[in-house]
Every structure is written in C-alpha cells, then in structure tokens.
C-alpha cells in the first residue's frame, strides 16, 4: 500500500507506506483556525511509514501551548504532516492525500468545540473532547470570548498576531475544489466574501503571506506566517476580501450557502446536510475567485 500527498504549491509531497489507523475529524478552535475549515480530518499512520519525498525542510513550526506544534508549508501555508514519537504515530491532513485513501471518517473529536456556523449532520460518533479509547488526555481550552465592535465581525490568526474584522457579509460558501481540499488540509473550504471597503486589517497585516497559485485566474491563499494559520485573502481584482469562516472569532451571523464544486469533492467524505449543491462555481452571487 502506498499513499501519495503534497501541499498546494507542490513543495510538500510525501508518501504513506502502510495502512491508515484511524481517521477523524476535529472541531476544536485551534484545528478550525489554523485550516480555514469548518473541521480538520486528520489520518494516523505508524511513524516509520511515513516518507517525505521532498520539502521537508521548507516545513514551517508554530508552538501552541498547551498541544503540539502546528506545521505548515513556508511557501502557500497548507498544513503540513506531523508526527508524535511518542505514540509512535503521523498524523496526516487527510485533504493533503492524493486520491482514495480507502478509509472513511470514523467520528467527530471536540465536537462541542464547533463552529457556531457549522451543524454536523451525519451519524458519526460525537465526543465533547477526546474519545475514551484515547486515554486520559486532557483536553484544549476554548479561547476567551472575543468583543467585536458594533456592526462588526472579527477574526484572528492562532498566534494572535493578525487581526481583522469586516462587515456586510455578502455570501458564504462550502467550497470541495482540491485547491481548496490542498491548502486547508481538509475535506473542503469555507468561505465568505466581502467587499473590500468593507474589510480592514487591525493589526499584523505586515505578517500576512499571500500566495498566488500560478496556474490559476484568482486563486490564491492567505496565511500569518508566523502560525500558519489561514487569514484572509485580498482580491483587489474582485474587489473582494475572501475570509476563511474558521478564523472567526464572532459568529458572522450568515451560514452556509451552498457546497460548490461538488464535483471535485474528496472520495473520502459524504455530505449529508440538505444544502443546495453545485458541481462547480454557483451561477449567481459573488463566485469564489478561482
């Protein structure tokens, strides 16, 4: 068995050499923020199956206390594999992986974690933390609750160090292109859109990266160098500010739209909510930059 993955600019690639362990989703605000998705999916492996087959040493750290480091791609921000030696186990972005793994999503972990936004509809088993057969770990603390000013929405990065906030939301997304499966490390993006005169950086813009991919019209990511974590995107061309709806750290007030690019969606994850469902962009409203 061979399993084959990389980031979105192609730097990262990798390769699991023997049977996936387990796979689960994780809703903790930690996980949301460095992704940009409404849910993490992560894949364990045994550590000595897991090979790099090149980039390993354009991966990016962050420390997050209290948990292991968050690891990224220097170069477009994905979210890069990591490993605990402890356990003996990788811990793979199943968005990352190249086609059918071959196992599906087992359960939801910190699902009282979860995005205000989000409503998990499927029938996957849902633990407030870790599930019991993790032992006794402890588990992650929400983040203090955060003051937006009035008529405002408000987001940050994991570190802290980049915020923002917005108004006038004008459409919100479930994006299952492999760009976006690629840079969020995820089954799919979410994201919502403003106009640009109604956005503006607090704080940290001078720490954004911005990443263009080449062979694309508009898309492109946006992430803090420092964590890592997915920010917000300028499209001056658009005249759009794309904001990855798990950064946030105040309810937008909208939810979900629709899910675009259904085609493409991960072989790996069914969606089960009863949403509007397009096989590529939507034909009306502000389309995602691609």
């Known amino acids: 068995m061979s399993i084959q993955g990389s980031c979105l600019c192609g730097t990262l690639r990798f390769e699991i050499t023997g049977p996936l362990t387990a796979m689960l989703h994780c809703h903790c605000s930690r996980c949301r923020k460095q992704h940009g998705a409404p849910f993490a999916t992560f894949a364990t492996a045994a550590i000595d199956d897991l090979h790099w087959l090149a980039g390993e040493n354009e991966v990016n750290s962050h420390a997050v206390a209290p948990g292991g480091p968050r690891r990224f791609c220097r170069h477009c921000g994905s979210p890069a594999p990591s490993t605990a030696p402890s356990m003996g186990l990788a811990f793979i972005p199943v968005g990352l992986l190249e086609g059918d793994p071959g196992m599906r999503p087992q359960g939801h ?4 974690s979860k995005a205000p936004w989000y409503v998990i509809h499927d029938d996957l088993s ?3 933390k870790y599930p019991p057969e993790f032992g006794d770990i402890p588990g992650l603390p929400d983040p203090a609750p955060v003051n937006a000013a009035p008529g405002r929405i408000a987001g940050s990065c994991q570190c802290g160090e980049v915020a ?8 919100m997304y479930q994006c299952h292109c492999g760009r976006c499966r690629r840079a969020r490390g995820a089954a799919h993006g979410a994201n919502l859109f403003c106009k640009l005169d109604d956005f503006r950086w607090l704080r940290g813009e001078e720490r954004v ?3 263009k991919l080449p062979e694309a019209r508009y898309y492109g990511v946006a992430f803090c160098r420092q964590c890592g974590a ?3 995107r300028i499209s001056a061309e658009r005249g759009v500010a794309v904001v990855p709806v798990s950064g946030l750290d105040t309810d937008p007030g909208m939810r ?3 899910h675009i690019f259904v085609d493409s969606k991960a072989p790996w994850f069914e969606i089960t909510d009863s949403l509007q469902r397009y096989p590529q962009a939507p034909p009306l409203g502000v389309s995602p930059p691609r």
Request: no cysteine.
């Open 109 to 112: 972990l910190f699902a009282g």
């Open 126 to 128: 849902q633990h407030d």
């Open 164 to 171: 923002y906030d917005f108004a006038n939301p004008v459409a």
């Open 209 to 211: 990266v911005d990443y």
């Open 230 to 232: 997915s920010v917000p």
């Open 256 to 258: 979900p739209m629709a």
